[in-house]
């Protein structure tokens, strides 16, 4: 690397920059940006929307005394840049380099990796109260959130209590591209985008009383039309009678405008809001064009033309083709997803069924009780996320849709170990964290054939909420059964030896393994369950048959499938051991996902190994029982 670029090795190299550099700065940064996401994939939109803001960022503030909080932490990539990791892109998500979000390991520039959207503000609020508390007058804490990240209930939740502290030394910064992965959209964003055009004060008595006034607000600010504020123009209505002041709307790109803010922002003694308005993609004309998302997060592509190297068919592509056959079939199939509506497949539906979609933006808990109403109102809601967010929404699934016994089928996208994304986005905890929820239902496919099947039987529920989860990538090969088990599918027949359990996409490694103990002299029947809760009664007669049972799934090994069987074998006075082989119970490093399944000990070869030696174990144990008199 060379150029200006390489001579930053922290925020203060960016200080002492002449004014006349920064522009250079600026597109040194682009380019950077651009070639590192074209070989590896990588946000590159988010990012390239904020290179002047996070150049003015690190001008303005003394990172990491003062904690510069990304929301979400997949629009940091200018800020590692800046505090000393340029040089490190070219591994940019590849084990053992860079995190495609802030990273505690990294740099004591990434104060938290926060890659759940929404969150940043509480962070900033509990940190700027701690700067109070401690008498560390001179640290502000900074939190740039998207209008994207502002649709989630958390954001308003932080605002709410920020605005009680007139003294608060916090800095929010709203980054305002009209987007989160596709155009945001609710009344927030309806109102900021009148706010690009139009500041009249009648465009925000419009959005008051349209937008706002038929909801439960807690907030004083909403009430400012009652003080007679007719003067007012319209952003101070909604920011400044939050209790904070308000700078702006700025152009993000204009890094000395930007940097002027800040800096009275810094200085103003209380909480402060700065409003930013930034080009998603900026200064990469392919994803600047690109109209459904400007290149959230590409796969690798082609630098020159921006075209994508192809990914070939995966999971999301069966999902969305069969759920848009099933709404065809189905007037009363319902889809709602949050933020999410290209990246979980149900774009196709909606452009099908246009009026039967509901994208929530980032709100997963709004999702699921917005779902169960719709189940109490005649519908069968289809809620799609990726896995590692249905966390945020257990309570809703829970005691909003579980407790009513509502017909509402959750769809569970990125499931497993995904990889790149690092360790808050492998959906490793669902089928540990759902076991709890009364009278649900899980099914786990294991190939495309079996996704559409069981998404066929999940929607045909309608007494008790269900979930189908799939993992993230190409759509594993057809696997047929040779025979049934009660509703579980039988793939591979053998003598009584060991029965290997295996969960969704996990019967290609024990297909595999199968083989392997052959060799051995150990014979493995084969089962999919596909539904894994409740679990298959047969399972119970099929266990005793057999020396040892072994479970294989793509979900951490605490309170997963493996324990709900030998649960389920203890409660029938079934004494054969089982073995659980799963995620390991710990935060993941980035890497490809077949490289951590190997790490896991997830392959065919690992999993046979680990079961001779068990079963031998088993073997040993029983030949040394005392005969029976």
Known sequence: ?????????????????????????????????????????????????????????????????????????????????????????????????????????????????????????????????????????????????????????????????IAAVKDLPCVIVVNDNGRSYSPTIGGLATHLAKLRVDRRYEDMLDFVKDKIGNVPVV????????????????????FEDLGMKYVGPIDGHDEQAVEEALRKARGFGGPVIVHVLTQKGRGYAPAENHDEDQFHSPGAFDRDTGVEKPKGRIWTNVFSEELVALGKERDDLVAITAAMLHPTGLNAFADAYPDRTYDVGIAEQHALTSAAG??????????????????????????????????????????????????????????????????????????GERLTELLREAVAV????????????????????????????VLRAGEPDVLLVAVGPMAHVALEAAVLLDAQGISATVVDPRWVKPLDEALVPAASAHKLVAVVEDNGRVGGVGDAVARLLRDNDVDVPVRTFGIPQRFLDHAKRPKILGYAGLTGQDLAREVTEAAARRSAALENQPAQQ
């Open 1 to 161: 690397m060379s150029g200006l670029l390489a001579s930053i090795k922290g925020p203060h190299d960016v200080k002492r920059l002449a004014v006349e550099d920064l522009p250079l700065l600026a597109q040194e940064v682009r380019d950077l940006l651009v070639d590192s996401c074209a070989r590896n994939g990588g946000h590159l939109g988010p990012n390239l929307g904020v290179v002047e803001l996070t150049i003015a960022l690190h001008r303005v503030f003394d990172s990491p005394g003062d904690p510069i909080i990304w929301d979400t932490g997949h629009q940091s990539y200018v800020h590692k840049m800046l505090t000393g990791r340029a040089d490190g892109f070219g591994a940019l998500k590849q084990e053992g380099g860079l995190s495609g979000y802030p990273s505690q390991a990294e740099s004591p520039h990434d104060f938290v990796e926060n890659s759940h959207a929404s969150t940043a503000l509480s962070y900033a609020d509990g940190l700027a109260k701690a700067f109070k508390l401690r008498g560390e007058r001179e640290r502000v804490a900074v939190a740039v959130i998207g209008d994207g990240a502002l649709t989630g209930g958390m954001a308003w939740e932080a605002l709410n209590n």
């Open 219 to 238: 907030y004083d600010a909403l009430h400012g039309i009652k003080k007679g504020l007719k003067d007012v123009l319209a952003p101070q209505v909604m």
């Open 374 to 447: 719709l189940a109490l109102g005649g519908l069968h809601p289809v809620v799609a996320v990726y896995a590692t967010f249905l966390n945020r929404a257990f309570d809703q699934l829970l005691m909003d849709v579980a407790l009513h016994r509502l017909p509402v089928t959750v769809v569970l996208d990125r499931a497993g170990v995904t990889g790149d994304d690092g360790a808050s986005h492998n959906g490793m905890w669902d089928l540990s964290i759902l076991q709890v929820v009364p009278e649900l239902r899980i099914a786990v496919p294991r190939d």
């Open 462 to 489: 309608d007494d008790a909420p269900t979930v189908l989860r799939f993992p993230k990538g190409p759509v594993a090969e057809t696997i047929e059964a040779t025979g049934r088990l009660g509703q579980m599918d």
